[in-house]
């Protein structure tokens, strides 16, 4: 695995080595300049160099990214799922039965609202599922650079086979890298035909393993909320292959999934945390805003003081409204906070200035 040094700290930070080596000793770290920094550390140093912010403002997610955690930090956590397929496959419905057998097994007649995202439990463990509309979230964030799905649902209704939308999932899957699981839809329909499916599907390159492929198929009716839990089951199956880990021990990192103005509480969105804790008082940078993290709730609408990797949660204290696929960052203090968006906003404002003066030039030339 790749690790930071102080020296590529320095360099990307565009400090010297030995600026960088003297604050770390400040910090009773003895080191030399082939040491490895973890991401904490990293950081504590990127904003301590604050004339440097501008650099740091770029880098910092490079910086996260390139900072892997010791494997004796790592621990479990739960898969995030996007549910994926053509329009009326039963997308919605398929999100509806799985929240609702879960609500059954929890709390009864718990009411639910829409954050974008939510999870259930089962035997247990957790998966969380992303009910933001389905390709377009999952392009969107994907082409900002966001990862935020590590198994995709691909529903497929068996009345009604392949279709235009479910090509096209199969390709944004594998384009992300993101393993599918087959869920073969309203097989409670007389007139389905769950192995033209299959076969349909065997010519896309997801085989079935009782076809001697890999790809597991469930054979689902989200109506009749038969095989549920089956399918839920899978998920994990899944995910224990794929070896899913985080370290919750650290400043939370994220993913803004959806995020709104809301009359009351102000800007509102929706983080799935994805690597360290979020607490409440956390202050962090999303996109173009910074905040503090005044309250959060889940999709139940139980407020939280503190939410893990993988956990969806509704966030409030923004100071504007961030835009899904926003990298979430939590910072040691508010100051490097409000700087680094700040700059943001300012390198913002440029590009868009440059788009306007281009756009200017042109209509000048075809005036011309
Ligand atoms: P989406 O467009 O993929 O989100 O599909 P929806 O969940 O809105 O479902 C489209 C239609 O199919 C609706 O009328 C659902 O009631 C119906 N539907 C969904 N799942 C099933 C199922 O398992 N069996 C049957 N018979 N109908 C289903
Ligand atoms: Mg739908």
Known sequence: TETITVGELAKRMGVKANDLIRSLIKMGMM?????????????????????????????????????????EFLQKRPPVVTIMGHVDHGKTSLLDAIRETNVIAGEAGGITQHIGAYDVELKGRKITFLDTPGHEAFTAMRARGAKVTDIVILVVAADDGVMPQTREAVNHSKAAGVPIIVAVN??????????????????????????????IFVEVSAKKHINISELLEMVLLQADVMDLKANADKAARGTIVEAKLDRGRGPVATVLVQDGTLKVGD??????????????????????????????????????????????????????????????????????????????????????
């Open 31 to 71: 080191v030399t300049i082939n040491h490895p920094l973890d991401v904490d550390t990293a950081t504590l140093l990127a904003s301590d160099f604050g004339y440097e912010i501008e650099n740091v403002a770029i880098d910092l997610d490079e910086i996260f990214e390139a900072v892997p955690d010791a494997p």
């Open 186 to 215: 309203k097989i409670d329909k007389p007139e389905a035909k769950p192995e033209r499916v299959k076969q349909e599907l065997m010519e896309l390159g997801l085989v079935s393993e009782e076809w001697g492929g890999d790809t």
């Open 283 to 368: 202050f962090f940078v999303a996109g173009v805003h910074s905040g503090r993290v005044r309250a959060m709730q889940n999709d139940r609408g139980d407020k939280l003081v503190s939410a893990g990797p993988s956990m969806p949660v509704e966030v409030i204290g923004f100071t504007g409204v961030p835009d899904a696929g926003d990298v979430f960052i939590c910072l040691p203090d508010e100051k490097k906070a409000k700087e680094i968006a700040s700059h943001r906003q300012q390198k913002l404002r440029e590009t868009e200035l440059a788009k306007h003066s281009k756009l200017s030039l042109e209509q000048l030339y075809e005036k011309i």
